[in-house]
């Protein structure tokens, strides 16, 4: 049937012929989507005006006036119809019984009606009393009768709003955020509310008021889309169910999902997902927006009066390379150049994770736009990058969600694509599967005490549920996809093994725990056999808590805690060996020699800083890769006579010159035959913090001074601190310090695990000299954000700790650490 034979029996005033013309619009199928809902409100339109054309002859100042989803047009089949009767007050009685004349009509045809009569004082009066009614009002458009009339009252409460903005506005926001909170987040409810639920329709028409209000608007790219999205979809469940509804339920989805045109319920709720997914991060962009806007116009004058009128300049505190914080925004630095910086991204997300910040807008899309291609392997920076990202704790989700907005999720890691708003059809998960692997990273972040690598726990965390988005066995493919990521993200071939092993096993233990008979041998020696180590056993541990954490409520219990608990305890019985020693050290290499040898010479400390280790001379360009991955920063070498107080010293200095440690080796130096002295070479991997790297000379005239006391590296540090606070937005777990008695036979080994800081290398080698101890070796690595450090110490004699001593030691540092 045409719109015109549409309209002929619309022109029918009683309600049976709009009736059939609205139930020949609805059943046609010829159009679907914006015209039909277009269609419906204008073949609305032309019956209400008939009403009242009929029912106001002879009248003045009034009008019918449509009012919000009606007022935009949008009329999906079972949406109400929201009407105002408009009049100037001079005639009550006759608008009285036009009102009858109209709303009678709708109700005999059993359709929902909204409906107020108001004078246009009146109706102000109640927008501003009524943040909904204003709302409303703000979309309200003109049917029939007297178009001066409407047209006043939109200019009207288009002025109110506008200047009523700055108190209107945060009230709109805290009635979102109370919606949200009762019904949850669209873009992952597997029933959800089309409407009412955070990210849908609700959402998308408060950004529309925000823009009306001009004083900020929302990100426009995708936006329309997903409104219209969304509409479709109610449209579909409303002819599916023939009810007025917006909850979209289990049994109802695969009718409207065929209702559309789709593959199934879960290609539904995916593009639902989708949708939802651009409305939320829009809102959350806009109501920073007005956040800051509002802020500025409070602080404006006052700033204004102090500068003598002069136009106040945002302040931009660094964070990393690249990138700053300006108004409470991590954006990126002025000369920040993202098409020559594959990094970049990485970088800016981390740091505005670790920051408790948000990435601003403009700055992701900026990257996304000019983001080029890491290579593979990745560089390391690259690596720890993302790793320090997922080890940031909550504040790593908004991160991951502003840059999967912009599609650099899936630039740097196609394989995301497969899991993207994959809903998950089990009353276990509260999450989609790409939520669920962000969950999972976050709760992750909080176990990296526990384990030795926590940078290969994150990862797993990312990664452990990947296969989901192919067919088959989850965990199977997992362990295939893992193994291709990590490769091509830069770990070397032994952390590849251990990561698709927690892929493949990453339901080992819960399952087994809580299927399988604890007491029997072979059920512990098969879990033993298919972890492998003890290390690896200590990260799938922490590895299950967090999947079962992130999964949902139903998923974790102390009940099943403490079965998997006494499964590692016994798998760690059987992979337990004789005690790891001490590593030896290698022998000295010719430059090192000679760098002690100096040191001895001079009675001083003796430094190079070098980029790279040059290859060796017999390499030859055909020879296979190594596989292991390009080392992060520059080799600085130091040798310097043995003597107290070497490690706080070096370690201040570098965090001085705003050097970050990647990776530290100490130890003493065996001296060729007829050279006398001690001699202690610091092996150290070094980064800047941002900038270029400080020259060697510098470097050597700060350590002298550090080492003969004239250098006051504490007061210098916390100088810095008290001028440029770093912003940690980040609620590190605790550190942590453990003392290994039977890791070596010559030194006592406390292990460190902690939160990455500047100055923290320095924070705990003065500790270890006040304590009296001094540092034979140590072993130092930064994965990510998190600290692993090992110190081989002994008493001023050479030998390992008393008994007593070390606890006392390790008791200390971790108080001073968690201080």
């Not at 979102?176 to 992952?188: D, S, T």
């Amino acid at each position: 049937m045409t719109s015109t034979n549409v309209r002929k029996d619309a022109e029918d005033s009683g309600p049976s012929g709009y009736a059939a013309a609205r139930l020949r619009l609805l059943t046609e199928g010829v159009r679907s989507g914006p015209p039909r809902r277009a269609a419906l409100a204008e073949l609305t339109d032309e019956w209400l005006t008939g009403l009242f054309t009929a029912g106001a002859e002879g009248m003045r100042g009034v009008s019918l006036v449509a009012v919000g989803g009606y007022g935009r047009g949008e009329l999906s089949p079972r949406s109400d119809l929201d009407l105002l009767l408009l009049h100037d007050g001079s005639d009550s009685a006759g608008v009285a019984a036009l009102a009858d004349r109209l709303w009678y009509p709708v109700w005999d045809l059993g359709l929902a009606l909204d409906h107020s009569v108001r004078t246009q004082s009146e109706a102000r009066k109640v927008s501003g009393e009524d943040l909904k009614v204003q709302l409303g009002l703000l979309d309200a458009r003109h049917l029939a009768g007297d178009l001066g009339l409407t047209a006043g009252l939109r200019t009207a409460v288009l002025a109110d709003w506008r200047n009523q903005a700055p108190k209107r506005l945060p009230e709109l926001q805290e009635l979102c955020a109370e919606r949200a909170e009762r019904q949850g987040e669209l873009q992952y409810l597997l029933e959800p509310d089309l409407k009412e639920a955070r990210g849908g329709l609700r959402d998308a028409t408060a950004l529309r008021a925000v823009a009306a209000s001009w004083l900020a608007d929302a990100p426009r790219e995708g936006l329309t889309d997903a409104r219209r999205r969304l509409l479709d979809v109610r449209d579909a469940l409303h002819l599916t169910t023939g009810r007025a509804t917006d909850r979209l339920a289990l049994q109802e989805q695969d009718q409207v999902a065929a209702e559309l045109g789709l593959l199934d319920a879960d290609t539904l709720l995916r593009q639902v997902y989708e949708a939802a997914r651009v409305v939320s991060y829009a809102s959350d962009v806009t109501w920073r927006e007005v956040g800051r806007v509002l802020r500025s116009r409070a602080v404006r004058p006052r700033l204004r009066a102090m500068l003598g009128g002069g136009k106040p300049v945002a302040e931009r505190s660094p964070l990393a390379e690249g990138v700053v914080e300006q108004d409470g925004e991590v954006v990126l630095a002025r000369a920040a150049r993202p098409d020559r910086d594959p990094v970049l991204p990485l970088r800016a997300a981390a740091a505005a994770a670790q920051a408790g910040l948000p990435l601003s807008l403009h700055a992701v899309r900026r990257m996304a736009v000019a983001a080029r291609p890491l290579p593979t392997p990745w560089p390391a920076e690259a690596r720890e990058q993302l790793v320090t990202l997922l080890g940031s704790g909550r504040p790593t989700i908004e991160v991951w969600e502003a840059l999967e907005a912009e599609g650099l999720i899936t630039h740097f890691l196609p394989d995301w694509e497969r899991v993207r708003c994959r809903p998950q059809r089990n009353a276990v998960h509260i999450w989609t599967v790409d939520r669920h692997l962000i969950e999972t990273a976050v709760r992750a972040s909080e176990f990296t005490r526990r384990v030795s690598r926590p940078d290969l726990l994150l990862v797993s965390a990312l990664l452990h549920d990947i296969g989901k988005g192919w067919p088959g066995d989850h965990s199977v493919a997992g362990e295939i996809i893992a193994k291709d990521v990590a490769t091509r993200i830069g770990f070397d071939r032994a952390d590849v093994a251990v990561l698709a092993t927690l892929v493949r096993h990453h339901l080992l233990l819960i399952d087994t725990a809580t299927r399988r008979d604890l007491e029997d041998p072979a059920t512990v020696r098969s879990v033993a056999e298919a972890v492998g180590s003890q290390s690896t056993l200590e990260l799938l541990h922490a590895l299950t808590e967090s999947d079962a954490l992130a999964t949902g409520p139903a998923a974790w219990s102390t009940w099943r805690g403490s079965l998997v608990a006494d499964l590692v305890k016994r798998v760690a019985a059987v992979l337990s060996g004789d005690a790891a020693e001490e590593p030896e050290a290698a022998a000295p290499t010719a430059e090192q020699e000679r760098l002690a040898i100096e040191a001895i010479a001079t009675g001083g400390p003796v430094l190079a800083l070098r980029a790279q280790t040059e290859p060796p001379a017999d390499a030859s360009a055909e020879e296979e890769p190594s596989g292991d991955p390009e080392p992060l920063g520059v080799e600085l070498l130091i040798a310097v006579p043995d003597q107290s107080g070497v490690l706080p010293a070096v370690a201040g200095v570098l965090a001085m010159h705003r050097l970050t440690v990647r990776t530290a080796e100490l130890r003493a130096l065996d001296l060729p035959d007829g050279v006398e002295g001690a001699v202690l070479l610091l092996d150290w991997r070094v980064a800047a913090e941002y900038g270029s790297l400080p020259q060697a000379a510098r470097l050597r005239a700060d350590l002298v001074r550090a080492l003969d006391g004239s250098l006051d590296i504490a007061g210098r540090l916390a100088e810095r601190d008290a001028a440029y606070p770093r912003r940690r937005g980040v609620v590190a777990p605790p550190a942590r310090v453990t003392v290994h008695p039977t890791a070596s036979r010559q030194a006592t080994v406390i292990e460190v695990r902690a939160q990455d800081a500047p100055g923290l290398l320095h924070r705990i080698g003065r500790a270890l000299d006040d304590a009296g101890v001094r540092v034979r070796s140590m072993h130092v690595s930064t994965l990510g954000s998190n600290a692993v450090d090992a110190f081989y110490v002994t008493t001023g004699q050479g030998a390992p700790l008393p008994g007593g001593e070390a606890p006392a030691v390790a008791r200390k540092l971790e108080e001073m650490l968690r201080a």
